[in-house]
């Protein structure tokens, strides 16, 4: 179970990540600049704890585009190939 767990997410994160390469690439171009539609959302500025010894930085962003949903689709239908 903990295999099919993990074939899951690793196909759901590079669903993510090459929608969202395309979504940028196909983006470009008038025909198809609907697949870079999206939002972004997360920490707009970084939260830094500064302890004089040491400083830690903080920061999170996601950002989807409509490329970026269709490769995670299609990865959960690879998925469900397999």
């Excluded at 609907?34 to 920490?43: A, D, P, Q, T, V």
């Excluded at 950002?63 to 239908?77: R, Y």
Aim: aromatic share 14%; hydrophobic share 55%; proline share 2%.
């Amino acid at each position: 179970m903990r295999r099919d767990s993990l074939t899951l997410i690793l196909l759901l994160l590079a669903g993510l990540v090459i929608g969202g390469f395309i979504g940028e690439w196909l983006g470009t171009y008038p025909t198809f600049s609907f697949l870079n539609y999206g939002k972004s959302f997360g920490l707009v500025q970084p939260v830094v704890l500064d302890l004089n010894v040491l400083s830690l930085t903080f920061g999170f962003s996601v950002k989807f585009n409509l490329a970026s949903i269709i490769g995670i689709v299609i990865a959960f239908v690879i998925y469900r190939k397999l």
